[in-house]
T-cell receptor, first 111, second 113 residues
Framework: DAKTTQPNSMESNEEEPVHLPCNHS???????IHWYRQLPSQGPEYVIH???SNVNNRMASLAIAEDRKSSTLILHRATLRDAAVYYC????????????FGQGTRLTINP | NAGVTQTPKFRVLKTGQSMTLLCAQD?????MYWYRQDPGMGLRLIHY???????AKGEVPDGYNVSRLKKQNFLLGLESAAPSQTSVYFC????????????FGDGTRLSIL
């Protein structure tokens, strides 16, 4: 499985945008980029995914570099509830599509 | 709107005891997964199932068994619990097709003394 690299931790202020980076230099052409987050004492929850084009949903935006070797999860206006560990995961399209979790980025939001 | 339900939520076992963790999903999903999460770590896949009656090994299967007799249920068994199996266990399910996301339960906290 291709590996992703994320900063261990980041800090931001409430109501400000947050940009969470992820490097995946060995990504294959069929790998989708998925983001999950895990709030304290909860299971992970799906945030967003993309292949080549930038993606937006109600939770966040995903910006994918043209060479696909990196991506950025964007929270447009962080709230205290966005404090969580964010995981960037590469996942193929076929088969069981298992998720391989790294250590993720622990995001702290200051009031 | 239950989604993925795990029982029990907490359990303390003694070394050598056995137990079964139950995962139930009400979304008619084909795929189900069992993960464990140790402190400060990401989740690691134990076993998974691609449909009723099927199971397959994940990254860390030793010491665990699973069964998927009904589509909605995925059971994780510990035959002879060891302190190294102290962890938080998460179950997830996923629909077929495309890049459907995995939906996770809230976890079972298991301590082996």
């Amino acid at each position: 499985d291709a590996k992703t690299t994320q900063p261990n931790s980041m800090e931001s202020n409430e109501e400000e945008p947050v940009h969470l980076p992820c490097n995946h230099s060995t990504i294959s052409g069929t790998d989708y980029i998925h983001w999950y987050r895990q709030l304290p004492s909860q299971g992970p929850e799906y945030v967003i995914h993309g292949l080549t084009s930038n993606v937006n949903n109600r939770m966040a935006s995903l910006a994918i570099a043209e060479d696909r070797k990196s991506s950025t999860l964007i929270l447009h206006r962080a709230t205290l509830r966005d404090a969580a560990v964010y995981y960037c995961i590469l996942r193929g399209y076929q088969g069981a599509q298992k998720l391989v979790f790294g250590q993720g980025t622990r995001l702290t939001i200051n009031p | 709107n239950a989604g993925v339900t795990q029982t029990p939520k907490f359990r303390v076992l003694k070394t050598g005891q056995s137990m079964t963790l139950l995962c139930a999903q009400d979304m008619n999903h084909e795929y189900m997964y069992w993960y464990r999460q140790d402190p400060g770590m990401g989740l690691r896949l134990i076993h998974y199932s691609v449909g009723e009656g099927t199971t397959a090994k994940g990254e860390v299967p030793d010491g665990y068994n699973v069964s998927r007799l009904k589509k909605q249920n995925f059971l994780l068994g510990l035959e002879s619990a060891a302190p190294s199996q102290t962890s938080v266990y998460f179950c997830a399910s996923r629909a077929t097709g495309g890049t459907q996301p995995q939906h996770f339960g809230d976890g079972t906290r298991l301590s082996i003394l």
